[in-house]
């Protein structure tokens, strides 16, 4: 089978088989895809902003549908803002290779949205800034329906939102887990007279025989 003229381009960035197919699945047939118009001007822009190869090759497979976005109008406008927000270049390039997806959510509605919830439970701006940079993921995540109720538990159990404040921004990834997890791990350490922040973010990050194992030791 032939490949389209995007299809022939994106293989010189040295994407796998499997890779390529990905891609191809997701955005590589679009005929109306203009290499010269497209492809190779958002190429340049994510080498330009200081994304390495293998950083370019992340991007794309993670979010192939990136060529379909306007480069002036959705792309820079998002680079710019996470440079506003406090993040260096290496942070932007980062999150750009790791989280591609921040492209496709509303700047509006979804970004800004997110980043005045942090700096309202207490984080300041160099914070919310190095939280996004480290964990990428919290932007995809429902605001309303995943990360409020979470940080609701944290309330519950005891937490200030200084202490959350303080927890999120050294352990962001503590939003990503699910709030089964966040509720039963807090519930056994809380029942045991042990839950700190420190003891939060060590419980969460075992794995779940690990903290099986730990369990154990309160039978």
Request: proline share 4%.
């Amino acid at each position: 089978e032939s490949l389209t003229p995007a299809e022939a381009h994106l293989c010189s960035l040295g994407l796998s088989d499997e890779q390529m197919a990905k891609v191809s699945a997701r955005f590589g047939k679009d005929s109306s895809c203009d290499v010269e118009g497209k492809v190779k001007p958002i190429l340049s822009w994510l080498a330009d902003l200081g994304l390495t190869d293998l950083q370019i090759r992340q991007a794309v497979v993670g979010f192939p549908t990136l060529f379909g976005k306007s480069l002036e109008h959705k792309l820079k406008p998002v680079v710019q803002w996470l440079s506003e927000i406090g993040m260096s270049d290496a942070q932007v390039a980062k999150v750009v290779a790791r989280r591609p997806q921040i492209f496709g959510y509303s700047l509006e509605s979804k970004l800004k949205t997110l980043v005045h919830w942090l700096s309202e439970i207490g984080m300041t701006d160099a914070h919310v800034a190095k939280a996004i940079a480290t964990c990428p993921s919290l932007c995809g995540l429902s605001l309303p329906s995943n990360l409020m109720p979470k940080v609701q538990l944290l309330r519950d159990r005891g937490f200030s939102d200084a202490q959350i404040a303080g927890t999120l921004t050294v352990f962001p990834a503590l939003l990503t887990y699910s709030s089964k997890r966040l509720a039963h791990h807090m519930s056994v350490l809380q029942a045991q007279g042990l839950l700190t922040q420190t003891s939060m973010r060590s419980c969460m990050l075992m794995t779940d025989a690990d903290f099986a194992n730990f369990e154990t030791r309160f039978d």
